[in-house]
């Protein structure tokens, strides 16, 4: 497996512009993460889906931000419209947790947003 | 909900010293306790976890230690190299495996 796939991997865009980021889990995994990344306040968890039903999403952070997953290998974030602190790096990331797994949690490459 | 804290933020070592960073946790029912390594520019990745029915796991140079009662949990590093510089994450969940991660802690390794 090719491991968590995320795109773009760099999206600079203006203010007021719809943004939608992309994630392709781990085939198999049932969990699926949206993490946004900041130096002032690190890893956040935005949402996670549990077998492509989102369970929590209270880490999101205002109605601008919507994330969906439509079937087990794909998942989006959009933000529309974005603002410039919306800047910052989003993780997707994906996870098995089965009779014996430990839940770990296996990261995309992660995209680089910036709202000008 | 579960509640992480971790320090320091920044740790600066020469090269061959050891490295701890230290973590606390709220929720007593958290039973494991995962570590990620994040290079820069590079995703998070997991490098050592433990179970709350273990006290401490060994894994080459780095290990980790808990202590339930007090909440705590630690990373230990022996003997740094440079290509340890990087931000270290820890994390506790419980049953749900859903972690909680702490702030991150960077650590700067000196040749």
């Known amino acids: 497996d090719a491991g968590v796939i995320q795109s773009p991997r760099h999206e600079v865009t203006e203010m007021g512009q719809e943004v939608t980021l992309r994630c392709k889990p781990i085939?198999?995994?049932?969990?699926l993460f949206w993490y946004r990344q900041t130096m002032m306040r690190g890893l956040e968890l935005l949402i996670y889906?549990?077998?492509?039903?989102?369970?929590?999403d209270s880490g999101m952070p205002e109605d601008r931000f919507s994330a969906k997953m439509p079937n087990a290998s794909f998942s989006t974030l959009k933000i529309q419209p974005s603002e410039p602190r919306d800047s910052a790096v989003y993780f997707c990331?994906?996870?098995?947790?089965?009779?014996?797994?430990?839940?770990?949690?296996?990261f995309g490459e992660g995209s680089r947003l910036t709202v000008l | 909900g579960e509640n992480v804290e971790q320090h320091p933020s920044t740790l600066s070592v020469q090269e061959g010293d050891s490295a701890v960073i230290k973590c606390t946790y709220s929720?007593?029912?958290?039973?494991?306790f995962p570590w990620y390594k994040q290079e820069l520019g590079k995703r998070p990745q997991l490098i050592i976890d433990?179970?709350?029915?273990?006290g401490e796991k060994k894994d080459q140079r780095i290990a980790v230690t808990l202590n339930k009662t007090a909440k705590h949990f630690s990373l230990h590093i022996t003997e740094t190299q440079p290509e340890d510089s990087a931000v270290y994450f820890c994390?506790?969940?419980?049953?749900?495996?859903?972690?909680?991660f702490g702030r991150g802690t960077s650590l700067i390794v000196h040749p």
């Open positions: 889906f549990n077998n492509n039903v989102p369970i929590d």
């Open positions: 433990i179970r709350s029915n273990v």
């Open positions: 990331a994906s996870s098995f947790v089965g009779l014996s797994n430990t839940g770990e949690l296996f």
């Open positions: 085939s198999g995994h049932d969990y």
């Open positions: 929720d007593s029912a958290s039973n494991y």
């Open positions: 994390a506790a969940s419980g049953g749900s495996y859903i972690p909680t």
